[in-house]
Nanobody, 119 residues
Framework: QVQLVESGGGLVQAGGSLRLSCTAS????????MGWYRQAPGKERELVAR???????IYGDSVKGRFTISRDNAKNTVYLQMNSLKPEDTAVYYC?????????????WGQGTQVTVSS
């Protein structure tokens, strides 16, 4: 069974920084992509950032220039460095991985970690 475990959320003042981590564990043959999505109350889940196998990255428009995604392939871990945080960044952040496991290739999700930015 594959699990994604997130850490690093919390409460921070506007302008501050946080770093999220997500590690995939279990019987994993290969990871195609890992990324972060977020969902604020009353809103749909949206892409924050994604990194694919070759290292290419995609960012949501609202976080470009402030957030950086990176990945440690040896540790099956993805990081999200969030700088210049704004109150509108407040949301539950979910880790996502598209990977090949015993059940074939599919998406997996973490349990979510709360990020709250105070003004």
């Amino acid at each position: 069974q594959v699990q994604l475990v997130e850490s690093g959320g919390g409460l921070v003042q506007a302008g501050g920084s946080l770093r999220l981590s997500c590690t995939a564990s279990g019987l994993i043959f290969s990871i195609n992509a890992m990324g972060w999505y977020r969902q604020a109350p009353g809103k749909e889940r949206e892409l924050v950032a994604r990194i694919i196998g070759g290292g290419s990255t995609i960012y949501g428009d609202s976080v470009k220039g402030r957030f950086t995604i990176s990945r440690d392939n040896a540790k099956n871990t993805v990081y999200l460095q969030m700088n210049s945080l704004k109150p509108e960044d407040t949301a539950v952040y979910y880790c996502n991985a598209n990977l090949q496991g015993v059940y074939g290739t599919r998406d997996y999700w973490g349990q979510g970690t709360q990020v709250t930015v105070s003004s």
